[in-house]
């Protein structure tokens, strides 16, 4: 009996050891990652109208952040959007049409910012953008060393004659990976692309496993938080039903990894993220 009883004990304390190096291995994994947030940035939208299919926001402006992402992994830097054109940096708010419906500004340059960091693009192994909209894509031509990531609906939609994206700088990079459905940037389930079309064709989102938290980042699934709230759907987005489709494939991911949503767009959220040198771990 006495032998019966130390048997158990042993095995009890092999199989406590074996769940906490199981953990421990799953911190190690997680523990290397850096997320910082770069300012891609802003828009004024004087007819808020379009942002939704109904007439909730008719008469509403609204001023939206632009944030673009670079994770740090050990396999590499992943740059989750490219923000505004560069371009646009000389434009000084007032100084144009108010009637306009949609006007972009640039507090800061991409470039620079990246710089500020003792990077450039070159060191930037790889690419995504949630979509080929302009205020996410709108420095992709930094990046045409970089391997990127896309959906292969999206790199059809951006590239076709025509194409309301105007974004033919995607087909230019080194590399090109295509998917639809999901795919593990760094092998190791840490960093996941996921497709959540509806707003463009090949639209998608971003799974991070943090150390402590896993987050999501929307693109342009969400624009902010009322839309997430009650589905409102843009006008322009390119298909409603499958927008919906998307919104309720996030939402089930959301709750399964119990995680923590950042909608790209939304000011509130966009203020209270770490500016650099600081970053999410």
Avoid at 3 to 13: G, Q, V
């Amino acid at each position: 009996m006495k032998i019966y009883r130390l048997l158990c004990l042993l095995l009890f304390i092999s199989l406590y050891s074996c769940k906490d190096s199981v953990k421990s291995v799953e911190t190690d994994k997680r523990s290397d990652l850096k997320v910082f947030v770069l300012d891609g940035g802003y828009m004024v939208i004087n007819d808020l109208s379009m942002f939704t299919q109904d007439d909730s926001y008719d008469g509403q402006r609204k001023i939206i952040d632009n944030p673009v992402f670079l994770i740090e992994h050990k396999k590499g830097r992943l740059l989750w959007d490219t923000g505004l054109p560069d371009s646009l940096s000389g434009r000084i708010p007032g100084e144009v049409d108010t009637t306009t419906s949609i006007l972009f500004y640039i507090r800061k340059k991409l470039l620079h910012q990246i710089r500020a960091m003792n990077l450039s693009p070159d060191s930037i192994e790889y690419l995504a953008v949630s979509h080929s909209h302009i205020d996410h894509a709108g420095n992709v031509d930094y990046f045409e060393n970089s391997t990127l990531f896309i959906d292969e609906r999206e790199l059809g939609y951006a590239t076709k004659d025509r194409s309301s994206t105007n974004n033919d700088q995607l087909i230019k990079n080194s590399e090109i990976i295509t998917f639809t459905g999901s795919y593990d940037v760094f092998g190791d389930k840490s960093v996941i692309i996921h497709s959540m079309p509806g707003h463009t064709p090949g639209h998608m989102s971003l799974q991070v496993n943090l150390k402590r938290d896993t987050i999501f980042l929307t693109g342009d699934l969400y624009h902010f938080n009322e839309q997430r709230q009650f589905q409102r759907i843009p006008k322009f987005n390119t298909d409603t039903q499958q927008t919906l489709k998307s919104m309720e494939h996030f939402e089930r991911l959301v709750h399964q990894y119990k995680a923590k949503v950042i909608i790209q767009h939304e000011r509130t959220q966009f203020t209270q993220l770490p500016v650099y040198p600081e970053y999410l771990e």
